[in-house]
């Protein structure tokens, strides 16, 4: 890739370092008569010690920190508001450089502190249970503004924490930005100048864009299938763009083509709707869809947000659903909703009006 659209030096607009690639840095490095070993020490400022200015990269002389401020910047985002949950969830909203903003979520739990990404703001699919999906897609994000959510949420953890997972699970449909999320992987698992994380510590979930799921495998990253329905008429009423682009016959026989290695499973998701479903026969059904696929199934009871059509079970029905799949003999979850009272929880990303936030949110931590 090089570099992204905006980063190119202009006479105007100085380089934004977060937008270079590792071979956009090495070229950009090159315009100054550096050696190549610049780019890697650049880098590794920008990503293992989060430097928000030039002048902090102190193995640069001050020569060659003034030469490169002359040309680039590190343009954080704009502003960033943190939402604090009562169970520790937290929100953040980036507000990027164009006025949009994009919402990443710190989860914590027990040992585990997860943190969900966004990889656009708004998303082309309309599931009918996520607010994300009500807003249209605005825009794709660049991996920069992917690396920004990962950086500033580092920036605001709590003394003695540290992020154990990362799910591109946040606003937008991973797998229609590819590039943005093939190079934000790069950035996270590169060891010499990244974050240098194992790639078995992140997961992308998609809605099911089932040609594209050979495009994950390379990666080595987990992969987690949004289902949600048992049916194709069921599925095309809950999902209906991504059903309009495969079937469930069509997506799930990726499914079972998709080359795992031997101790890795995919996990498929499945949005507990109240009376939609829910029935003892999806559940049933869903054992029968997964059959013969290494897989686990991650139940996730429905966080209501407002305007929503849809209810949340009850916790029996969810116990029922539940004890069905495992009497198949899968290794079945119910995912612990964190962060509902922030709408921080899964599918209730989105813009709502500023006036509704401030009133529903329980606490803002800080802005800033
Ligand atoms: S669930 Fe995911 S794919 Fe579906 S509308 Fe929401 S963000 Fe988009």
């Known amino acids: 890739m090089g570099h992204e659209k905006d980063a190119f030096p202009s006479r105007t607009a100085p380089t934004n370092l977060l937008a270079l690639d590792e071979e956009g840095m090495g070229r950009f490095v090159q315009q100054f008569g550096w050696p190549r070993y610049r780019a890697g020490q650049i880098l590794r400022w920008l990503y293992q010690r989060r430097a928000k200015d030039i002048n902090q990269m102190t193995d640069l002389g001050q020569a060659e920190r003034t030469a490169l401020a002359s040309l680039a910047t590190i343009p954080r985002a704009a502003g960033c508001t943190v939402f604090r949950s009562i169970d520790h969830t937290r929100k953040l909203v980036l507000m990027l450089n164009d006025g949009l903003t994009v919402e ?11 943190l969900c990404v966004s990889t656009q703001v708004g998303c082309t699919l309309d599931c009918g249970f996520c607010l ?5 897609l605005k825009r794709n994000l660049k991996p920069h503004e992917v690396m920004e959510q990962v950086l500033t949420a580092h920036d605001r953890l709590d003394p003695g924490e540290r992020i154990t997972n990362l799910v591109f699970m946040g606003m937008g449909e991973p797998l229609a930005n590819m590039e943005t999320l093939s ?4 950035r996270l698992t590169n ?11 992140i997961t ?23 289902l949600n329905a048992t049916t194709d008429a069921q599925r095309a009423s809950l999902m209906p763009a ?9 997506l799930l026989a990726a499914c079972r083509r998709y080359p795992l290695p031997p101790t890795r499973r995919l996990t498929f998701e499945y949005v507990l709707l109240a009376g939609v479903n829910d029935h003892v026969d999806d559940a049933r059904r869903l054992t029968k869809l997964v059959r013969g696929i290494a897989c686990k199934i991650n139940l996730i009871p429905f966080n209501e ?9 009850s916790k029996s029905d969810i116990s029922a659903f539940q004890a069905i799949v495992r009497q198949a003999g899968l290794d079945v979850f119910v995912r612990k909703s964190r962060g509902r009272d922030v709408l921080g929880a899964c599918g209730q990303l989105g813009n709502l009006s500023p006036e509704y936030v401030e009133r529903a949110l329980t606490q803002i931590e800080s802005r800033c």
């Open 104 to 114: 990443t979520v710190l989860i914590p739990d027990e040992d585990r502190l997860t």
């Open 132 to 136: 994300t999906g009500t807003m249209g």
């Open 183 to 186: 190079e934000a992987i790069r």
């Open 191 to 201: 060891k010499p100048w990244g974050l240098g994380w194992s790639p078995r510590r």
């Open 204 to 226: 992308v979930s998609t809605a099911g864009l089932a040609a594209r799921l050979k495009d994950i495998a390379p990666l080595g990253v987990n992969l987690a299938i949004s």
């Open 242 to 250: 991504v059903n309009g682009i495969a079937s469930l016959k069509t």
């Open 305 to 313: 947000f407002p305007g929503s059509p849809f209810l949340r079970p």
